[in-house]
């Protein structure tokens, strides 16, 4: 496996690849078995897998939640070595940025909703950073998780929109035995918070409606960002899902449903 960290290096050393697949499965490092899924399905359907990890500042709304996320980056190299990665990229803030972030994807209208009303400059951040990675690496297909739904949803678009030559593939949210959604920030949580967590998928899972859904929540003295269901599939019309943000203690939790 190789472990890149320099833009430069990268480029040149992807000159190499003339003409193979390549599956990208971007991330934030911390990484656990939802990642792990990500990468087995790029490995899956390509010939060479491309890991990153950089914790992105930009997306970061809150300066707090950026200077506590997790960084266990050897850690991360040993289980992605496990997994079979070909290469991890790992580049730093003033090389990915060398515009100091003055250039900016936004959209302006699903970015606007659930996250980015709590939110504000989330999205741009994700959309910016993607763009950035999708322009070194080149994938042929890009790996993102149905438990960041709306993200997702939003590089589809921006990939759409732009006539991106990229594949984006949804993977389903991968769960702990007792629902959960799997998750870095999962190891910010104290252990009763922990125990509290999965109340979040049993109750946005079964509650006959999104109202009713946000008062049990409440009630359990979750703090409640928001609950909505919302048809996000243009194509689909019978595709809705429900989506929740709620914050437990100093972490805040999303996780959404097909309903
Ligand atoms: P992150 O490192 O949290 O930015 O996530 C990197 C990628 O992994 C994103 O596409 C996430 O949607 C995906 N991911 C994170 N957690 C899960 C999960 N529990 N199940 C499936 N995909 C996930």
Sequence with gaps: MLVIRNIEEFLNFKKSWQGQSVGFVPTMGALHAGHAELLKKARSENQISVLSIFVNPTQFNDKKDFEKYPITFEADLQVARQWGVDVVFAPVYQQLYPDHYHFKMMEDEFSKKLCGQDRPGHFEGVLSVVMKLFQIVSPSRAYFGE?????????????????????????????????LAMSS????????????????????????????AREQLQNEGFQVDYVEDLNVDDDLPQNKRRFAAVRLGEV????NVQI
């Excluded at 678009?157 to 769960?175: D, G, S």
């Excluded at 920030?185 to 009713?212: F, G, K, M």
């Design 147 to 179: 438990k960041d739904f709306q993200q997702l949803t939003l590089i589809r678009r921006m990939v759409q929109a732009y006539f991106l030559p990229i594949e984006i593939v949804a993977v389903p949210t991968v769960r702990e035995r007792d629902g």
């Design 252 to 255: 805040r939790l999303i996780d």
């Design 185 to 212: 920030r999962n190891t910010r949580l104290s252990s009763t918070e922990r125990q509290r967590a999965p109340r979040v998928y049993q109750i946005i899972s079964q509650a006959p409606s999104a109202r009713a």
